[in-house]
């Protein structure tokens, strides 16, 4: 499975972003996706979750209602709305495939991360 992260930038609080993961593999359409994010000093996190078929999502806490994960099977994209940013969204972000858990996450396969930089 490889996976390529993009979308990342510098942007003002209160701005919009959209990522995008390209996913190859042939099990990346069977399988749950999602986003994690790593923050200056701090340890990596959970931020977003998909079901293979895009019918169930989970969110951190800290994204619910501002970030929307959505995925196109037929593209093999997954793709992170992220609107009303914040700068502690500030942070390295990481497409995943394979992911698991509940209630915790954790992840089988990681793309290499995108830079989202929130201003205030």
């Known amino acids: 499975v490889q996976l390529q992260a993009s979308g990342g930038g510098l942007v003002q609080a209160g701005d919009s972003l959209r990522l995008s993961c390209a996913a190859s593999?042939?099990?990346?359409?069977?399988?749950?996706m999602g986003w994690f994010r790593q923050a200056p000093g701090k340890e990596r996190e959970f931020v977003a979750r998909?079901?293979?078929?895009?019918?169930?999502?989970n969110y951190a806490d800290s994204v619910k209602g501002r970030f929307t994960i959505s995925r196109d099977n037929a593209k093999n994209m997954v793709y992170l709305q992220m609107n009303s940013l914040k700068p502690e969204d500030t942070a390295v972000y990481y497409c995943?495939?394979?992911?698991?858990?509940?209630?915790?996450?954790?992840?089988?396969?990681w793309g290499q991360g995108t830079l989202v930089t929130v201003s205030s």
């Open positions: 995943a495939a394979g992911v698991y858990g509940l209630g915790s996450y954790e992840s089988r396969f």
């Open positions: 593999g042939r099990t990346v359409s069977s399988s749950a």
């Open positions: 998909i079901t293979w078929n895009g019918r169930d999502t």
